[in-house]
């Protein structure tokens, strides 16, 4: 069995090592020139270049043709094959594979919507891989994966609405859109319909920054152990002062920080920073490798 996703999901080399991943590109627009996302441009590259320039970045996606094409090359490496993308209430990536997977009918092809980007969606395609390596049956590694994507939660702070807004991705966020009061919001992924949703305002980026973790409390007591991993868009002092919060208040099994891939940071704009968190209980009965 094979997995398909796209360049939404950030994944460390450590989380990818062994795991049959194939990546659907996403392209990012600035300046002039257009770049497929973790390919042409990594996040440290891109974000220079964000925050020199003007510009406002914009973002797209490849067609139902361009999914099909790359279904028929993973479908040569035989088995079958399980497409996990950004959630479909952010992006029509989804829509798309799905469509692409209709005009493929020589392969066996079974779509996961992550309802979730970036790390979240990241975690999804790690345990599928290892549940794949594991040899357990597609049958029992989708029904895990929608029970686990319920555990997995995500939540983000940034400095600026600029680039939010530019992408129309928080237009539905009644009220949020007075900057000049310099609002600091705390954004998580709904499980309802997979759009981002407003969790807390602050006064104050670092404040926000704190909010994130306490947060948390709100779906976990103190003290209960998780998995954490940390994702920002080029501001890792941010994510130092989050770990700190977060060792106050659990317990936590930390993997290794990432930059956001280019293609999650055009909507986020420089200096965002966030977490991905589950208890450790969500990854019981799960294989490790």
Not at 155 to 175: A, E, K, N, Q, V
Not at 185 to 199: A, F
Not at 224 to 251: G, M, Y
């Amino acid at each position: 069995m094979q997995i398909v996703t796209d360049r939404a999901a950030d994944l460390s080399q450590e989380q990818t090592k062994g795991l049959p991943i194939h990546y659907a590109p996403l392209f990012i627009a600035l300046d002039g020139k257009t770049y497929s996302s973790g390919i042409d441009i990594q996040p440290e590259n891109f974000y220079e270049l964000l925050e020199g320039t003007d510009a406002m970045p914009t973002t797209s996606l490849p067609s139902a043709g361009e999914f099909a094409e790359l279904y028929r090359e993973v479908a040569k490496k035989g088995g079958d094959i399980l497409s996990i993308h950004i959630s479909s209430g952010l992006s029509g990536t989804f829509e798309a594979a799905r469509m692409g997977a209709e005009m493929v009918k020589e392969a066996s092809i079974t779509l996961v919507d992550s309802m979730s980007l970036s790390a979240a969606q990241g975690w999804i395609v790690e345990f599928a891989g290892k549940m794949i390596n594991a040899g357990w049956p597609k049958e029992k590694i989708v029904e895990t994966l929608e029970g686990l994507r319920t555990h997995i939660d995500a939540m983000y702070t940034l400095p600026s609405l600029r680039y939010l807004i530019h992408g129309g991705r928080i237009s539905h966020f009644s009220g949020l859109l007075a900057t000049a009061l310099n609002i600091k919001p705390v954004i998580g992924v709904s499980k309802e319909d997979g759009r981002y949703e407003l969790r807390a305002r602050v006064r104050s980026f670092n404040g926000a920054i704190k909010r994130v973790a306490e947060q948390v409390l709100t779906y976990h007591p103190k003290g209960t152990s998780l998995r954490v991993q940390f994702v920002h868009s080029r501001n890792p002092d941010a994510v130092a002062r989050l770990k700190v919060h977060f060792e106050e208040l659990f317990d936590c099994h930390f993997l290794p920080s990432l930059a956001v891939a280019p293609v999650v940071g055009a909507h986020a704009g420089p200096g965002m920073v966030g977490v991905v968190y589950a208890p450790m209980s969500a990854f019981a009965g799960l294989p490790e490798e």
